[in-house]
DNA sequence: TAACAGTGGAACGGATTGTTCCGTTCTGCT
DNA sequence: AGCAGAACGGAACAATCCGTTCCACTGTTA
């Protein structure tokens, strides 16, 4: 569940002194010590978020509970960017704010980096689903507007969120802007008008889906 | 080879039976292993290569001394790729040979990504620095021709490389595949004409180096 | 057959880390 | 003021992982 058993309706008003406010304390920590490294010790988000080991467990069962979350977070952050692109008239402006947004927020370390250390609830599977839709209608309206480039098919956004997140140095705000230089380099090419077309089979639907199917075979 | 004390000069002729093929086998392993996950344990690599620990520890000191020499091969191999390249007349041509060539043979992983995990030795810094003046003259020439954008610097090539060696599915002939493709992307982005200018400050020379830093600290 | 380089793989010890637990603090209520 | 209980900090615990060592064994050479 999203909303545990600490949902503000349960305790008295007082609760959102300390506890209320430790309850983003500690989902920020979270976010920011998992997209560091996705491996990193639970102590190291308590630390973090100032906060004592307790505090955390009190509100996740366990640590994947809370990768589960982050996780789960990050998906519906995905969907909203995609679908606020979506009310963007020109499909060509929608779809590269849609990328400028997500590279930004780098949402990809949350959703696809974390896959694998859990086991994904069915929820998660069809906000997944959902979200692979969305961005292939951007694409699709993209390539509509005649911008983009008529090889690239759906998946390759896969490809190119995948590259924009790899780049990484240790400053968080460099980090943002080398990204944006990249990212601006991958549009060029994706719009290359005259180009000859691109090389080996595009990527199948689902094909970098791999990270999931682990919790899938075990459900 | 380094020539460490498994010359072949030292034995009799018949231990280019077994121990030589292992002396291969195990360094094939190694980059197999290290080449998917950077921090396998190294029971993984006696494994992969059908030897004991012994085989292994017999030829490496540590497991420290193992990546030093993977990645120094690494190392020599990007040199040797960029000086091929720069035999080449045409500058353009030569630019992207290189890169295509370097991506395919995934040096990247075995150079940067294996950074920071032991102390590197001054013959390997040596050869770092004149691979990063190989790869400078490189975009240099590809600049010289007027294919290459003008607002692209040295180091844009690191980030291109740091995002290629992100792509990865399990198949590893698959994952050639679709760097190659995202890689054609990125070269027509490079090349594109009269796009705007990129954003945000251009890489840094050695902004993309900090992975070394550690091992220069303590030495 | 004696000597030995080369080897497989179990065993060891240190480090890491998810989780639990106990004593303490702080809040709201009587 | 005094109490009940929620919330908490952080040490302790138990399990696991992993680099390295060690010893018994094998095949080859002389």
Redesign the pocket.
């Known amino acids: 569940m999203t909303q545990t058993e ?1 949902t503000d309706a349960g ?5 959102r ?3 209320a406010r ?1 309850d983003s304390l500690i989902l920020d920590a979270a976010r920011e010590v998992f997209l560091r490294d996705p ?5 190291a988000v ?1 630390e973090r978020a ?6 955390l ?3 996740y069962a ?3 509970d809370l990768l589960r979350r982050l996780c789960h977070d990050g998906l519906r952050r995905f969907v909203a960017e995609a679908e606020a692109a979506d009310a963007e008239p020109d499909g060509w402006t929608a779809f590269t704010r849609f990328l400028g947004r997500i590279v930004e927020a780098d949402v990809h370390s949350l959703t696809v980096h974390l896959a694998g250390t859990f086991t994904s609830t069915p929820e998660m599977r069809q906000d997944a689903e959902r979200a692979g839709a969305l961005s292939a209608s951007l694409v699709e309206r993209a390539a509509a507007t005649g911008r983009l480039r008529r090889d690239i098919v759906a998946d390759d956004v896969g490809l190119l969120l995948e590259a924009c997140a790899a780049i990484r140095v240790p400053d968080p705000g460099r980090t943002r802007e080398l990204r944006r230089r990249h990212l601006a380099m991958l549009l060029d090419g994706m719009a290359a008008p005259g180009a000859g077309s691109l090389p080996g089979p595009p990527p199948a639907p689902g094909e970098l889906n791999w990270r999931w199917r682990r919790s899938e075979g075990n459900a």
């Not at 491996?39 to 102590?43: D, I, K, L, M, S």
């Not at 100032?50 to 505090?55: D, E, I, K």
């Open positions: 600490t305790g008295p008003p007082a609760r002194g300390r506890a430790n491996t990193a010790p639970v102590a308590a100032g906060v004592g080991m307790s505090a467990y009190r509100r366990s640590k994947e």
